[in-house]
């Protein structure tokens, strides 16, 4: 018989062990823009489509807590250091509400935007 309740108390345990990882994982709310300004369409013009350079560009870049961009690294390059330089200085000036957690509490996210630069 005591097997029987060590089974019962370790799955119990186990099971409540769970449902509370399942609570610590609650998806958070995602950060939203609020102001994304465009790309100099005069620095970017001619860059998309020439021979060896890519016309799609990603972007990783960090939404603070107060809905600011940091760490903006492209993966990658449109084959000219103007344009790379134009699209990191512009990408740091957007601004996002925050991503929040469970609780409400801002935090940090961090995403990838995929940068087309024949549009």
């Keep these: 018989m005591s097997n029987v309740l060590r089974c019962v108390a370790l799955t119990a345990l186990i099971m409540s062990m769970s449902a509370a990882v399942s609570l610590a994982a609650t998806p958070y709310e ?3 823009a609020v102001s994304t300004p465009g790309f100099d369409s005069g620095v970017l013009h001619g860059y998309a489509g020439d ?17 600011s961009v940091s760490h903006v690294e492209l993966q990658g390059t449109t084959g000219s250091s103007d344009a790379d330089a134009s ?3 512009t990408i740091s000036t957007w601004k996002f509400t925050p991503a929040t957690d469970s609780n409400g509490n801002p935090v940090e996210a961090s995403k990838t935007e995929y940068i087309n630069l024949r549009n």
């Excluded at 021979?51 to 809905?67: H, L, R």
Aim: net charge negative.
């Design 30 to 32: 995602a950060p939203k």
């Design 51 to 67: 021979a060896g350079d890519a016309t799609v560009v990603n972007v990783n870049f960090t939404i603070n807590t107060d809905g």
């Design 87 to 89: 699209i990191v200085n």
